[in-house]
């Protein structure tokens, strides 16, 4: 049983998140082929290299997921929603910190942001409509 009006919980949702952030990490190494890892931020699209000050991102923010899911998802569904891969990337830290729960849209409002951390507006958008895509789809696959 679902219970519609349950408390925002991060607990399912950062356990699935340290497993995808290990895989990610493991990825990267080998792209990186120096024992260092290389990212793409999904922003701006520049080369990040381990060392770099970048974090992993959940491109839609766990708790908008959660609060728009938990009618119908359990914790457990709602943290491979929120985790799929189309909705976990690398940024830079201060594109993560700068942006905390703010949906992209709403950050990238503000010039400012585009600016001083040089975001790739088409790539953004991009990255944005895939992970809406990959959200759904999961979504879909626990609904059917």
Known sequence: MIDPDRPYSRLAIDIQFAKIKA???KAALVRGGDGRALYID???GKTLRGGDPYDYEHIRSSEELFTKYKSILTDEQIAQVV?????VAVTLRTIN???GKKRMEVWMNHSENIINNGVDLKLAFHNLKKADLGILKM??????
């Open 42 to 44: 999904v922003y701006t």
């Open 83 to 87: 985790n799929c891969p189309e909705n």
């Open 23 to 25: 895989s990610m990490q």
């Open 139 to 144: 979504v879909e696959s626990f609904t059917k």
């Open 97 to 99: 910190q700068s942006k």
